[in-house]
């Protein structure tokens, strides 16, 4: 979904981009790197950071866009499933910007952008522990913007409304229309919006807008 669209849209601009899931991937660039990972294995994401300082001894962005949700009433929601959402959707971004940081302090220079959602501010019902875990993103995000400030790295987040990805597969058309109509714009989000936010926040003039979250469709 987002992460395939972004992948294509930065190396078709000529980035150079490494990105990562759980399986393997098809897509073939010459610019793009692709590792097969947990995010929330601490090892696993150390040993990744650690073959793009020894193969480019730089990191000027970081995306955070990997997530996952479900619509549940919080009383039929199994733990395991809490734990799964919160340990990728906070504990991945947590465990990425850490080991971003310490690439991009040696340059005095970085962009990070993480993902939230508009689930957050809209309260939306069936949706307490996904909804949670991207507050904590943007919590995280503003008080880790304060401590790398002086490192030259920016920290910014977008908040999505609904795109038509694998994440909102099996949310009902209904409960679909029930954000949109939410909105000040009132339709689906699209891939260009994002990489739209994406591109404003990690330009070179950017560097004093930090701590930030735009939601998309005027919510």
Do not use: W
């Not at 690439?103 to 689930?119: E, H, P, S, Y």
């Amino acid at each position: 979904g987002i992460g395939r669209y972004l992948v294509e849209y930065y190396a078709n601009k000529n980035y150079r981009i490494i990105g990562c899931s759980r399986k393997p991937v098809e897509y073939k660039h010459e610019n793009y790197t692709h590792y097969s990972l947990d995010i929330t294995d601490e090892l696993m994401v150390r040993s990744m950071f650690s073959d793009i300082r020894k193969t480019y001894r730089r990191l000027d962005v970081l995306i955070n866009n990997a997530g996952i949700a479900s619509m549940n009433h919080v009383l039929l929601t199994p733990l395991e499933t809490a734990q799964k959402i919160l340990n990728t959707n906070m504990t991945g971004t947590f465990l990425f910007c850490r080991e971003a940081i310490k690439l991009m302090r040696k340059n005095n220079l970085g962009r990070i952008v993480n993902f939230a959602t508009v689930a957050s501010p809209l309260k939306l019902q069936g949706e307490a522990i996904y909804s949670s875990s991207k507050a904590a993103v943007i919590n995280f995000s503003q008080i880790l913007a304060k401590e790398v400030g002086n490192y030259g790295i920016t920290v910014n987040v977008v908040g999505p409304t609904p795109i038509k990805t694998d994440l909102i597969r099996g949310v009902s058309n209904e409960k679909l229309n029930n954000v949109i109509s939410h909105q000040a714009v009132q339709r689906f989000g699209e891939f260009q919006d994002i990489s739209n936010v994406i591109d404003f926040f990690i330009q070179p003039e950017s560097n004093f807008i930090t701590g930030q979250t735009i939601y998309l469709g005027g919510i």
